[in-house]
């Protein structure tokens, strides 16, 4: 219905992801912190390094817990997106939701605030985005919603109550996958592979735009 390829076997993209960030993991755990610092993101650094909107998504803290949640919620969604929307399509969805999510924090963050200078690192942006995604695929199939929109209603509500979680990113990731799910699934079957490499071209550009707009409006010299 999407216009993905019919494949069988294993979700390869969703598996791969999952590997990076578990790669990535021990390496934050045996290198002291230095590979944490080296690929975080903060809205401070971005500009001079924008590499590190995408490599903060496969960082994680020291806590197991928040790379076994992120891990297990993409395993959940993620071979089902996979296969409605086709390798490329998947891995273009989850790379923008991740710079999405550094996006949404960037433009919530105070440049006079902590916020400018604190380290955000996690999936959380793009799975949220895959959360996103999955809505309007499930109304094109005529199946029921509900059960996703409370599952982020709820995870929408938990940096109320656990502190040092990056609603932000949640914001940023939800959003982008939303626009993004909702353009694949109401892609005509003739435009599909239009809209295919179009989209995420233009969410992209948009992203961009977004960043490159909040850094134009920072006194650096009085900031710092």
């Given at each position: 219905m999407f216009g993905a390829?019919?494949?069988g076997g294993r979700p390869v993209v969703t598996l791969t992801i999952i590997g990076l960030c578990v790669v990535s993991w021990?390496?934050?755990?045996t290198t002291g912190g230095a590979w944490t610092q080296q690929w975080a993101f903060a809205p401070a650094v971005g500009q001079a390094e924008p590499w590190r909107f995408l490599t903060a998504a496969f960082l994680?803290?020291?806590t197991p817990l928040h790379i076994l949640f992120n891990m297990y919620a993409l395993?959940?969604?993620g071979p089902f997106l996979e296969q409605a929307f086709g390798r490329g399509r998947f891995l273009a969805l989850?790379?923008?939701?991740a710079l999405g999510g550094s996006v949404?924090?960037?433009l919530l963050a105070d440049p006079l605030s902590m916020s400018w200078l604190t380290p955000v690192v996690g999936?959380?942006?793009a799975v949220f985005g895959l959360f996103g995604a999955i809505i309007p695929v499930l109304r094109r199939l005529g199946r029921n919603a509900g059960q996703i929109v409370v599952l982020i209603a709820i995870n929408m509500a938990l940096p109320f109550l656990v502190p040092n979680i990056a609603w932000q990113a949640h914001v940023g990731g939800l959003v982008v996958g939303l626009a993004i799910g909702a353009g694949y699934a109401a892609a005509p079957r003739d435009k599909q592979k239009l809209v295919g490499w179009a989209l995420p071209a233009a969410v992209g550009v948009v992203l961009v735009a977004l960043a490159v707009w909040k850094y134009s409006t920072v006194d650096y010299p009085a900031f710092f």
């Amino acid at each position: 219905m999407f216009g993905a390829t019919v494949r069988g076997g294993r979700p390869v993209v969703t598996l791969t992801i999952i590997g990076l960030c578990v790669v990535s993991w021990l390496l934050q755990m045996t290198t002291g912190g230095a590979w944490t610092q080296q690929w975080a993101f903060a809205p401070a650094v971005g500009q001079a390094e924008p590499w590190r909107f995408l490599t903060a998504a496969f960082l994680h803290s020291t806590t197991p817990l928040h790379i076994l949640f992120n891990m297990y919620a993409l395993w959940l969604v993620g071979p089902f997106l996979e296969q409605a929307f086709g390798r490329g399509r998947f891995l273009a969805l989850y790379l923008l939701a991740a710079l999405g999510g550094s996006v949404g924090v960037l433009l919530l963050a105070d440049p006079l605030s902590m916020s400018w200078l604190t380290p955000v690192v996690g999936a959380s942006g793009a799975v949220f985005g895959l959360f996103g995604a999955i809505i309007p695929v499930l109304r094109r199939l005529g199946r029921n919603a509900g059960q996703i929109v409370v599952l982020i209603a709820i995870n929408m509500a938990l940096p109320f109550l656990v502190p040092n979680i990056a609603w932000q990113a949640h914001v940023g990731g939800l959003v982008v996958g939303l626009a993004i799910g909702a353009g694949y699934a109401a892609a005509p079957r003739d435009k599909q592979k239009l809209v295919g490499w179009a989209l995420p071209a233009a969410v992209g550009v948009v992203l961009v735009a977004l960043a490159v707009w909040k850094y134009s409006t920072v006194d650096y010299p009085a900031f710092f």
